[in-house]
């Protein structure tokens, strides 16, 4: 996390004094966007960093279903399956997805490209259903756009 | 001091309190799990569940401050059936494991259940299943199963022993309290606390894990020895008519565990881990037999020589014990000082890794009496030589002395409860009883004076140190 | 057009967002006026005169929740804008984020002036990547343009934007946990009393207002509090940006005049019900509120006074269409286990009842339900309604009871016969 402090050093005067306890959720993100996960020796550097008790971090990574401790595939396929999504397809698309990646919802595939995780309402049921892919929405999504979609990514 | 009426009935409540407090401190009876009069505000237990006249529906107590002229009702209709509705979820996922729950006979749920709601489980639903057994710390045992997740014990670590060891991990029922992977709960020298607090059988002691149904056991109040904090305690051991014949009788008179005693003046409601650990003190090898050279000898010959040493002696030091009581000091004033040179050692220093001094109980001075020896006596010297050459005959009260540092001629009489090699040295050696074998009273370091009692009877050939200085004064007299 | 726009007022192009494009609108001119010409007290005035109500859910009136803040008690005050913008259904006020940015962020800083703020957040949930990425680009357009930081516009007016993204929790769109978790803990909402108004964001006075309700505050200013009150009703003035979705032709966001017909939105606007299939019920405001059927929709207006004498709430704003042919069953199915899934976990209704729900409707799916079920789940619905710490167990509530209100006989067939009447279908039938 070291070669992250100077972001981290800039991020902090954004926030007015004595907001120290705030950067948590911000660092983690960050720290998650560049490793692909949270290790054990992050959570060291953040509490020395930051000078917050180990606890409230370990407790925020799992609260927040966005955190992750441990690595995922290099693509995440995140299927929303909630009301709306569902009325158009998402468990359709959620099955097709599982077929072929040989895979159920929380596993990643053998080759390490793939994770497949079931999420709640990303807040785009217009164009239902929604696959989000790392950090992008893929609306309007069907079996086959997202064949599609896999085949483009390595 | 606004007025407010629960049940009809006007108290006079302070303000800045809630409901729930005033309540209580009038006598009115709300349950609660985790409402603690030393910890923040939660209101998630939302049993302690009340109804403001006139509104159609149920507010939680413990957060309702108090205004002028509200008008509560602790027990209406409307209550009772909110109340027990919260008890039954409450119990939604709690094992029914009363019959091997250490808690049972002093569990606050099963206590509410039975006052408050007395009715099976309405759910057909399998109970949610967690970890049972799970180590929290090397002391503390948790059953996430029974948790109710008061959060009391996780407000404790943040609020008061600060060591911010516990927390909750994940969300929603799959909730789970643990302590943070840094082991800091481990190094929480109070983290104990958390096991009187927790209302239900989630957080139970290691060492007292299925030792005794809590039923067949009856407090004492005591004082801890550990440090001159002297926090107040409750010794727990087996009551007189459930001492078991067939049992060794050690384990009859055993101290079973230690809980806080709760004192506004010195440590509130908690203690630290020493305080729990008591037993290692108090059982800890004693000395039973009185000796002269070595040799064993009747009680009253022990008294009787060393009388004599005392009498034929010119010279005459006494290192007088900082556990001695406050009473026992008073008659050593009264009987032999005038006859000795006294000084105060500190039996107990600070055992290697043990917690010095901090900013909330624990004191660096290891012992519970220091305050009223030093009043009396200055402390031993630290240089060398600790007594000049002349010195014939040095007393020596309780543990913790180095006497190496004696000189060479001096004749020596040791006063020890425990058995130590330097009794078997001595000219004459006395057994003393222990602090539970007697009542007394010490002064902690602010100078407030708390009570011990006694919790067991004292080994019939010891003596009790009161006694013991009056008879051996006896007949030294007239001596200067 | 469902009635007259407030803030959808411009067509979305590739640079509609930018702040060329928001000022050639007139954006920024309102500012200015409000920074020379008004007293903080007069901002509050013109907000509380308008009275808008909040549009994230609790529709309560914003000029109300300003005026509960002291501006002379000289601590900190704060201002955050929620975009968390989780419950179900909805997804108007990323229309703000992605499209109209600078509309957010203007009125944040009048609602700063009037607050006497010095540090305005915006909640964003954590999934919302696009939204963010164009509010950020916002937020650092104006600052270079002089409309953020110290002494604004020349005047002693100083104030900073901080963007904070959330990492996936519903229960952080509550305001309370939306302040908890901006101080960088678990997202757990807070018992009141006391008021966030009066201690919020690290226990000082905050004041938390929907993205949508605070975007209304420049039209406010602009045009003045009696223009507001021309459009929409008496009692609910102005515009409500509608999501809808579900099984219907043209699913989107709308901004509709509050007061508009209902069956003249879903089947003018929106193109009517997907597939051309018949209407069996709405969930009004995304699915916290109770279901209502074809026929109570049939000649109700989408006025906040209206929904809620039908039994319902126009809520978030998330309206959810459903067609004949929809499994009841499973679409509560759906949403108890969201609700199971996103309980914080603090209180014990919801936390214990959320899962007894959940398992519950599990076990009827799974063809071994049992009549006093039903009952069961209404009784549990009931305890959550006014005992938990937040809204969401009164939300899971309502979901759940409006569904059995209306729908009971579904579930009755399901439990004897031990399987859907509508094959477990959620998807709209594509014939009759």
Redesign the interface.
């Known amino acids: 996390m070291k070669h992250l402090i100077p972001e981290f050093d800039v991020l902090r005067t954004?926030?007015?004094a004595?907001?120290?306890?705030?950067?948590?959720?911000?660092c983690?993100?960050r720290v998650q966007e560049d490793r692909g996960h949270i290790a054990?020796a992050d959570?060291?550097a953040l509490v020395d960093y930051l000078g917050?008790?180990?606890?409230?971090i370990?407790?925020?990574l799992?609260?927040?279903?966005?955190?992750r401790r441990q690595p995922i595939g290099r693509h995440h396929l995140q299927v929303c399956?909630?009301?709306?999504c569902?009325?158009?397809?998402a468990?359709r698309v959620l099955d097709r997805l599982s077929q072929q990646l040989g895979i159920r919802p929380g596993q990643t595939s053998a080759d390490g490209r793939f994770t497949l995780s079931t999420?709640?309402?990303?807040?785009?049921?217009?164009?239902?259903p929604v696959v989000?892919v790392n950090?992008?929405?893929h609306e309007n999504a069907s079996a086959e756009s997202i064949e599609l979609l896999l085949d483009r990514l390595t | 001091m606004p007025e407010i009426f629960i049940n009809g009935h006007s108290i006079q409540a302070d303000s800045g309190q809630t409901v729930l407090q005033a309540a209580l401190a009038h006598g009115h009876e709300i349950p609660y799990f985790c409402y603690h009069p030393a910890l923040s505000i939660a209101g998630n237990c939302r049993v302690c569940v009340v109804q403001v006249e006139g509104r159609s529906w149920v507010e939680i107590a413990c957060n309702m401050p108090v205004t002028e002229g509200l008008r509560v009702l602790t027990d209406s209709e409307l209550v009772r059936e909110h109340r027990k509705s919260m008890l039954q979820l409450t119990l939604l996922n709690h094992p029914v494991d009363c019959g091997i729950c250490d808690k049972a006979g002093e569990c606050t749920l099963q206590d509410y259940h039975y006052k408050y709601n007395g009715a099976p489980s309405v759910s057909i639903d399998p109970k949610v299943r967690a970890t049972k057994f799970h180590a929290l710390s090397e002391r503390i045992v948790l059953d996430n199963e029974r948790c109710i997740l008061c959060s009391r014990c996780v407000r404790f670590t943040?609020e008061i022993s600060k060591s911010?060891?516990?927390?909750?991990?994940?969300?929603g029922d799959a909730s789970l309290i643990?302590?943070?992977?840094?082991h800091?709960f481990d190094d929480d020298p109070y983290s104990d606390n958390v096991i009187d607090i927790c209302p239900v059988g989630a957080l139970l002691s290691r060492a007292f894990l299925y030792k005794s149904r809590v039923w067949y056991l009856e407090p004492t109040p005591s004082i801890c020895p550990g440090c001159a904090r002297g926090c107040t305690v409750n010794l727990w051991h087996r009551k007189p008519e459930w001492k078991l014949n067939a049992l060794d009788p050690r384990h009859n008179r055993a101290i079973e565990r230690v809980t806080p005693l709760p004192n506004p003046a010195v440590n509130g409601p908690w203690i630290c881990n020493k305080g729990r650990d008591l037993a290692k003190i108090f059982e800890r090898a004693r000395a039973e037999q009185a000796m002269q050279g070595g040799k064993p000898v009747e009680l009253h010959a022990a008294i009787d020589a060393a009388r004599q040493l005392i009498g034929k002696a010119k010279r005459r030091v006494a290192v007088v014990s900082s556990w001695g009581s406050n009473e026992e000091l008073r008659t050593f004033n009264e009987t032999l000082s005038g006859h000795f040179s006294a000084y105060v050692k500190s039996d107990h220093v600070p055992a290697p890794g043990e917690p010095n001094q901090d900013d909330f109980l624990i004191r660096a001075d290891k012992n519970p009496n220091s305050m009223a020896a030093r009043t009396l006596y200055p402390a031993l010297p630290e240089a060398e030589p600790m007594f000049d050459d002349a010195t014939d005959l040095v007393l020596v009260w309780g543990e913790g002395f180095d006497f190496a540092r004696l000189p060479q001629r001096a004749r020596t009489i040791v006063l020890n409860a425990y058995a130590q090699p330097e009794n078997v040295a001595a000219d004459v050696f006395i057994p003393l009883s222990i602090q539970t074998e007697r009542r007394g009273h010490y002064t902690n370091f602010q100078g407030v004076v708390s009570a011990f009692e006694p919790c067991f009877p004292k080994p019939a050939s010891v003596a009790d140190a009161e006694m013991l200085f009056a008879a051996l004064a006896e007949r030294v007299g007239a001596l200067a | 057009m469902p009635g007259k726009n407030l803030l959808m007022t411009f067509p979305v192009t590739a640079t509609s967002h930018t702040l060329p494009d928001y000022r050639a609108r007139g954006g920024y001119a309102t500012l200015e006026k409000v920074l020379r010409q008004m007293k903080p007290e007069d901002v509050t005035r013109e907000v509380t005169a308008s009275g808008i109500q909040g549009r994230g859910g609790a529709g309560f009136p914003a000029g109300r929740k300003w005026a509960v803040v002291n501006l002379n008690d000289g601590q900190?005050h704060y201002l955050c804008a929620n975009a968390d913008?989780?419950?179900?259904?909805?997804?108007k006020?990323?229309w703000i984020l992605e499209h109209a940015p600078h509309l957010l962020l203007e009125s944040m800083l009048m609602a700063a002036y009037a607050l006497q703020v010095?540090?305005a957040f915006v909640y964003i949930?954590?999934?919302?990547?696009?939204p963010y990425r164009r509010l950020s680009a916002a937020v650092d357009e104006a600052y270079a343009a002089g409309y953020w930081g110290e002494r604004i516009l020349g005047t002693d007016f100083c104030c900073?934007a901080?963007v904070?993204?959330?990492?996936?929790?519903?229960v952080c769109g509550e305001a309370s946990g939306l302040l908890t978790?901006?101080?960088?803990?678990?997202?757990y909402p807070r018992n009141r009393p006391p008021r966030l108004t009066v201690r919020g964001l690290?226990q000082r006075p905050t004041v938390v207002n929907n993205v949508e309700t605070l975007s209304n505050v420049v039209g406010i200013i602009a045009n003045g509090a009696e223009a507001f009150r021309t459009v929409g009703t008496a009692k609910s003035p102005g515009t409500r940006l509608i999501?809808?979705?579900?099984?219907i032709a043209r699913?989107?966001?709308y901004e509709v005049e509050i007061g508009y017909p209902w069956m003249k939105f879903i089947d003018e606007d929106c193109g009517g019900v997907l597939h051309g299939q018949k209407l069996k019920c709405v969930?009004p405001g995304g699915?916290s509120t109770k279901v209502l059927t074809a026929a109570e929709i049939k000649d109700l207006v989408l006025d906040p006074t209206a929904v809620e004498a039908a039994g319902s709430s126009l809520g978030s704003g998330?309206m959810?269409v459903?067609a004949e042919g929809?499994c009841m069953v499973?679409?509560l199915q759906?949403?108890l286990r969201?609700y199971h899934?996103?309980s914080?976990g603090q209180c014990t209704p919801c936390r214990e009842g959320m899962g007894w729900l959940h398992r519950i409707i599990d076990r009827i799916v799974a063809g071994e339900g049992r009549p006093e079920d039903l009952d069961r789940m209404i009784g549990i619905s009931r305890l959550n309604d006014g005992t938990t710490i937040c809204g969401m167990g009164d939300a899971a509530g309502y979901a759940t009871v409006g569904i059995l209100a209306k729908y009971r006989d579904e579930f009755d067939y399901w439990i004897e016969h031990k399987r859907s009447r509508f094959d477990g279908n959620?998807?709209?039938p594509r014939s009759s």
């Open positions: 954004h926030f007015p004595g907001f120290e306890s705030s950067l948590v959720l911000p983690l993100r054990d959570i060291d917050v008790p180990r606890i409230q370990e407790e925020v799992s609260f927040y279903t966005q955190f399956h909630n009301v709306s569902s009325m158009r397809g468990e999420v709640e309402c990303l807040g785009s049921c217009g164009t239902a989000m950090e992008t929405y | 943040h911010h060891a516990l927390g909750i991990q994940h969300r643990r302590a943070a992977e840094n800091s | 900190p913008e989780g419950e179900p259904g909805t997804f006020d990323r010095r540090h949930r954590g999934e919302f990547d696009l900073d901080v904070y993204r959330g990492a996936g929790s519903y978790s901006i101080e960088g803990k678990r997202g690290y999501s809808i979705s579900g099984h699913p989107g966001v969930i699915i998330g959810i459903v929809t499973r679409l759906v949403m969201f899934h996103e914080c959620l998807e709209c």
